[in-house]
């Protein structure tokens, strides 16, 4: 399973960052469709956080499409295709691009650097998934 890294000191809530973090796995294949992640209890037991955080980015992530929550077989990674991009998302990427581009060009980044950042992050999801033949 992916290990996931959280910083109980940051300003980012924990169940974004256990959220983005499973998405990453997603992006980079080291999370791949059918694969079956801990239970909320088990989740919330090796992180030592609260249940109802998990919970919380489980909820999530199946109204994203990320997931499919069984009674059986639990938590299981979704085919890309119950996820794949929508026009509903192509306006949340954009809203959630302002406020990282607003900050960049108040802190002087050129639009040619930031495009620079996006390839070269686009990039290493690529490759990590090449890497793995996905």
Do not use: W
Request: aromatic share 8%; net charge positive.
């Amino acid at each position: 399973f992916l290990l996931l890294s959280i910083d109980m000191q940051s300003d980012i809530p924990l169940y974004i960052q256990i959220r983005n973090q499973i998405i990453e796995g997603i992006a980079t294949g080291d999370l791949v469709p059918g694969q079956t992640l801990p239970s909320v209890r088990q989740m919330a037991s090796d992180l030592g956080i609260n249940l109802h955080t998990v919970n919380k980015v489980y909820t999530l992530l199946k109204q994203e499409g990320f997931l499919t929550v069984h009674r059986k077989s639990g938590v299981v990674i979704n085919d890309r295709k119950c996820f794949a991009e929508s026009e509903n998302y192509r306006e949340k990427l954009k809203q959630d691009l302002r406020p990282i581009l607003a900050e960049a060009v108040s802190r002087g980044v050129t639009e040619k650097e930031f495009l620079k950042y996006c390839r070269m992050v686009f990039r290493e999801f690529s490759e990590h998934r090449e890497a793995k033949n996905i």
